[in-house]
């Protein structure tokens, strides 16, 4: 097959679309939200996106059938305006790769008269929280205030090391070709795939965009995820008293 071959499925006429990205990242939080977005509203294929950078492999649905990896952009429309939503299972398995997918995902919101890009993703804090927080990068200074508007967190430093993948590529190309591009990233521990991190930086879309969407599933997914990371943490704190018993023996 070619490096990159998009299919067109649909070419719906859209009312101001903005480009939201959800690929999988730290806590899937970007995936996730993506996902719920497009469980919770009605939406169209658009474009499925071939590359031979993605991983060479193919997913088996429940009824046995296999498709191809590839990203996929679904159109949903809403009241004020709509978006392209960029989903997919997996992200570029190579660094020219993560370059020439961008490009391609920016070709596609080029073609629909995408101004706006959000791109969702997680930056890990190292532990298990109960508050969180969404902080946030944007491709100019009136972006940043923006977002400010709506709680979003600038920090200095933050994320270390930078925004990577192709979040941080929609970025930076899209500046470089005219877009005007913010990442919101939720906290997350990065241990476990976090809903909760998901529906903060869904809220604050919600309040950029001006759109309501249904919790109730994600809650459901979140209350799971706390049962399993309260597990975990029973297993931690056996395993430092059991260190701690060892230790005191030794002493003694």
Same mark, same amino acid.
């Given at each position: 097959?070619?490096?990159?071959?998009?299919?067109?499925?649909?070419?719906?006429?859209?009312?101001?679309?903005? *480009?939201?990205?959800?690929?999988?990242?730290?806590?899937?939080?970007?995936?996730?939200?993506?996902?719920?977005? +497009?469980?919770?509203?009605?939406?169209?294929?658009?474009?499925?996106?071939?590359?031979? !950078?993605?991983?060479?492999?193919?997913?088996?649905?429940?009824?046995?059938?296999?498709?191809?990896?590839?990203?996929?952009? !679904?159109?949903?429309?809403?009241?004020?305006?709509?978006?392209?939503?960029?989903?997919?299972? !997996?992200?570029?398995? #190579?660094?020219?790769? !993560?370059?020439?997918? =961008?490009?391609?995902? *920016?070709?596609?919101?080029?073609?629909?008269?995408?101004? =706006?890009?959000?791109? +969702?993703?997680?930056?890990?804090?190292?532990?298990?929280? #109960?508050?969180? #927080?969404?902080?946030?990068?944007?491709?100019?200074?009136?972006?940043?205030?923006?977002?400010?508007?709506?709680?979003?967190?600038?920090?200095?430093?933050?994320?270390?090391?930078?925004?990577?993948?192709?979040?941080?590529?929609?970025?930076?190309?899209?500046?470089?070709?005219?877009?005007?591009?913010?990442?919101?990233?939720?906290? =997350?521990?990065?241990?476990?795939?976090?809903?909760?991190?998901?529906?903060?930086?869904?809220?604050?879309?919600?309040?950029? +965009?001006?759109?309501?969407?249904?919790? #109730?599933?994600?809650?459901?997914?979140?209350?799971?995820?706390?049962?399993?990371?309260?597990?975990?943490?029973?297993?931690?704190?056996?395993?430092?008293?059991?260190?701690?018993?060892?230790?005191?023996?030794?002493?003694?």
């Amino acid at each position: 097959m070619d490096e990159l071959d998009i299919e067109v499925v649909a070419d719906p006429d859209l009312q101001d679309p903005v *480009l939201v990205e959800g690929l999988p990242g730290v806590g899937h939080v970007g995936k996730l939200a993506a996902e719920h977005l +497009l469980e919770e509203k009605e939406s169209e294929l658009v474009r499925r996106i071939y590359s031979e !950078h993605f991983p060479p492999q193919v997913s088996v649905e429940d009824d046995g059938t296999t498709g191809l990896a590839c990203a996929k952009i !679904h159109a949903v429309e809403l009241d004020e305006r709509d978006l392209l939503v960029l989903t997919g299972k !997996h992200q570029a398995s #190579d660094n020219t790769g !993560h370059y020439r997918l =961008t490009d391609a995902f *920016l070709d596609v919101a080029e073609e629909f008269g995408v101004e =706006t890009v959000y791109a +969702l993703g997680g930056v890990p804090t190292g532990e298990l929280m #109960d508050e969180y #927080d969404v902080l946030g990068a944007a491709t100019d200074a009136e972006f940043v205030e923006e977002l400010e508007d709506v709680d979003v967190e600038f920090r200095e430093d933050e994320p270390a090391g930078g925004i990577v993948g192709t979040s941080g590529l929609l970025l930076g190309l899209g500046e470089r070709r005219g877009f005007r591009a913010a990442c919101l990233m939720g906290e =997350t521990s990065g241990y476990l795939v976090d809903p909760k991190s998901a529906r903060a930086v869904l809220e604050v879309l919600e309040a950029v +965009l001006e759109f309501e969407v249904n919790f #109730d599933s994600l809650e459901e997914r979140a209350d799971d995820m706390e049962d399993v990371a309260n597990k975990i943490q029973e297993m931690e704190n056996q395993q430092s008293g059991m260190a701690t018993d060892e230790n005191l023996r030794y002493i003694g």
